[in-house]
């Protein structure tokens, strides 16, 4: 990277994060080897940081504080049998911590409370075949404990609670087909339960309302695809449910909530085997939510606009099991396990306000962009992602097809899917020869209008434009057709015939393994209109996104 390369994208992460309240992620740093399934995490008092874990290698529950200053210390809480699955951590209002977990095989309900250093009470609350699955623990008002829970014996939903000289009662809440599996418990002011769960059996996702009278009312809050599964769930100061969780059947990280008076569902993002194993905790206002995204942890918050997302593990392996908590002014902390290494990680996210950090201009179409100068740092909502490909690179335009541009996103960016629309905040550059560039510094989706149709141009048209016109088809998705003159490492070179004869044709660039066509077949190209390098000069080329774009005109 170049040294003015490096100074814009230094400059973009400052810029980003001081204007827009951005959260940076360092590298996360791995607590524990060979261990941290179903991860818990609580902020505590006095800066304190608290975690429950399962231990897969020994079989054990595992806790672990971190101090003000940063340093973690571990324990061990309970090794008799093979311990620790779901574990649900509480923190009471002396700052204690209370667990609620299952053990396998035996499937036992249990719960944990800490007396003081490696000294935990340890009690078994169900017993019954096949219990303790899904556990979620909340504690009321006066610290007595709550755990919605199911088990694999008959997938009921299930709620235990503790009454101070009565012990511990329970109760089925829902059991119609297969239900109660994911579940995740919180408490009103009042202390009545709600709890979100999946229904196996229907494929949806579900809530129960804790009734003051007494028993239960259940919704059905998502029913599309197979929605439901790994349930996050949080509460807001007026009692109104917050809850992230995976569609299976849309392939999306969704996330659901109740305003009083219905529930509303958005998708955070469409993903590829991603959006499960969820946690969310809701502050002023907006939901923040961590999950298992297609290569590695995400964050998302939602914004006014949309959501922004952010890339947590940059390993590239699949990771999971994400426990979130925040701290102090809202910084967010993750716990997650890397199945790719089998480690437990811990991951911190910072902000870097500046007081005095420069507004971005606020501009509504790309052609206002492109005419911008050098190191201009502008915003520009509604814009389409029309090109996302190894040969194509990334490229935005708007809606009504007037104007496209390169946008250039940082090393480890979470890429959006082509056809979402965007706001985009960034620096303008320019890329290769004369052709305009936007360095993006941050970005959340807006809405997902599909990908615009291609421009069909002539290749007179296309050549003819002037590259630095701020309406320039440079950056365009366009179609072009014609007969292939001549044939290149890497490109062929398209000819329709339109003059001027001098100038003949157009390189149309290839990637790796796509089929090539040969020298005088008819073949129709759909491609990006952009400049590259041919030779010593540079020239108008097609940027195919994939392979499916060049199609070979039979004879």
Same mark, same amino acid.
């Given at each position: 990277m170049s040294r003015l390369s490096l100074f814009i994208a230094l400059i973009c992460i400052v810029l980003a994060q001081a204007a827009f309240g951005g959260v940076y992620w360092p590298e996360p740093t791995m607590l524990q080897a060979n261990t941290g399934r179903y991860s818990s995490l609580e902020a505590g008092p006095n800066g304190t940081l608290h975690l429950a874990f399962y231990d897969y290698i020994n079989d054990d529950l595992r806790y672990a504080v971190r101090s003000a200053s940063g340093q973690w210390t571990f324990e061990t809480v309970d090794s008799a049998g093979i311990v620790g699955w779901f574990a649900s951590l509480e923190l009471d209002q002396a700052g204690v911590p209370h667990i609620a977990y299952c053990e396998a095989y035996n499937y036992k309900l249990k719960y944990a409370v800490r007396n003081g250093p490696n000294d935990w009470t340890i009690e078994v609350v169900d017993s019954a075949p096949g219990r303790g699955w899904y556990s979620s623990l909340a504690l009321d008002s006066a610290g007595n404990p709550h755990i919605a829970y199911s088990g694999n014996v008959g997938w009921d939903l299930r709620h235990a609670w503790y009454v #101070?000289?009565? +012990? @511990?009662?329970?109760?089925?809440? !829902? &059991?119609? /087909? *297969?239900? $109660?599996?994911?579940? %995740?418990?919180? =408490?009103?002011?009042?202390?009545?339960?709600?709890?979100?769960?999946?229904?196996?059996?229907?494929?949806?996702?579900?809530?129960?309302?804790?009734? #003051?009278?007494? +028993? @239960?009312?259940?919704?059905?809050? !998502? &029913?599309? /695809? *197979?929605? $439901?599964?790994?349930? %996050?769930?949080? =509460?807001?100061?007026?009692?109104?449910?917050?809850?992230?969780?995976?569609?299976?059947?849309?392939?999306?990280?969704?996330?659901?909530?109740?305003?009083?008076?219905?529930?509303?569902?958005?998708?955070?993002?469409?993903?590829?085997?991603?959006?499960?194993?969820?946690?969310?905790?809701?502050?002023?206002?907006?939901?923040?939510?961590?999950?298992?995204?297609?290569?590695?942890?995400?964050?998302?918050?939602?914004?006014?606009?949309?959501?922004?997302?952010?890339?947590?593990?940059?390993?590239?392996?699949?990771?999971?099991?994400?426990?979130?908590?925040?701290?102090?002014?809202?910084?967010?902390?993750?716990?997650?396990?890397?199945?790719?290494?089998?480690?437990?990680?811990?991951?911190?996210?910072?902000?870097?306000?500046?007081?005095?950090?420069?507004?971005?201009?606020?501009?509504?179409?790309?052609?206002?962009?492109?005419?911008?100068?050098?190191?201009?740092?502008?915003?520009?909502?509604?814009?389409?992602?029309?090109?996302?490909?190894p040969v194509s690179g990334h490229y935005v335009e708007c809606p009504d097809r007037c104007a496209g541009i390169c946008t250039v996103f940082p090393e480890y960016s979470i890429m959006p899917l082509e056809g979402r629309e965007l706001h985009i905040v960034g620096v303008v550059e320019t890329k290769a020869g004369p052709e305009r560039a936007l360095r993006v510094c941050d970005w959340w989706s807006t809405g997902s209008?599909?990908?615009?149709?291609?421009?069909?141009?002539?290749?007179?048209?296309?050549?003819?434009?002037?590259?630095?016109?701020?309406?320039?088809?440079?950056?365009?998705?366009?179609?072009?057709?014609?007969?292939?003159?001549?044939?290149?490492?890497?490109?062929?070179?398209?000819?329709?015939?339109?003059?001027?004869?001098?100038?003949?044709?157009?390189?149309?660039?290839?990637?790796?393994?796509?089929?090539?066509?040969?020298?005088?077949?008819?073949?129709?190209?759909?491609?990006?209109?952009?400049?590259?390098?041919?030779?010593?000069?540079?020239?108008?080329?097609?940027?195919?996104?994939?392979?499916?774009?060049?199609?070979?005109?039979p004879n």
């Open positions: #101070p000289g009565s +012990g @511990w009662q329970f109760e089925v809440i !829902d &059991s119609v /087909g *297969d239900v $109660g599996l994911y579940c %995740a418990l919180d =408490l009103t002011s009042s202390d009545l339960c709600r709890i979100s769960y999946f229904d196996a059996t229907n494929r949806r996702l579900k809530f129960a309302w804790q009734q #003051p009278e007494g +028993g @239960w009312a259940i919704d059905i809050v !998502d &029913s599309s /695809g *197979d929605a $439901g599964i790994d349930t %996050a769930m949080t =509460l807001d100061d007026q009692g109104h449910p917050h809850i992230a969780y995976w569609d299976r059947g849309n392939d999306a990280s969704k996330y659901a909530w109740h305003d009083g008076t219905a529930w509303h569902v958005d998708v955070v993002e469409f993903t590829v085997d991603g959006g499960y194993e969820a946690g969310i905790v809701y502050w002023q206002g907006s939901p923040r939510i961590s999950y298992e995204g297609t290569c590695g942890v995400r964050y998302a918050e939602k914004l006014a606009g949309g959501w922004r997302i952010y890339q947590v593990d940059r390993t590239g392996r699949k990771c999971g099991d994400t426990a979130l908590a925040l701290e102090g002014t809202g910084h967010p902390r993750i716990t997650y396990f890397n199945l790719g290494d089998g480690c437990l990680y811990y991951a911190e996210g910072t902000d870097s306000s500046l007081p005095d950090a420069p507004v971005p201009e606020q501009l509504s179409k790309i052609a206002d962009v492109r005419a911008r100068p050098d190191g201009s740092w502008v915003s520009i909502g509604g814009q389409v992602l029309s090109a996302s490909g209008p599909g990908v615009p149709r291609p421009l069909f141009m002539r290749l007179r048209d296309l050549k003819a434009a002037a590259p630095t016109s701020p309406l320039s088809s440079l950056g365009l998705l366009v179609q072009a057709a014609g007969r292939i003159i001549s044939v290149g490492q890497g490109y062929v070179v398209l000819d329709d015939g339109s003059p001027p004869a001098a100038e003949q044709g157009i390189q149309v660039m290839l990637g790796a393994g796509w089929t090539v066509p040969d020298q005088d077949d008819m073949v129709v190209v759909t491609g990006i209109a952009a400049i590259q390098a041919v030779g010593s000069e540079f020239k108008p080329v097609l940027l195919p996104r994939r392979s499916e774009d060049v199609v070979i005109i």
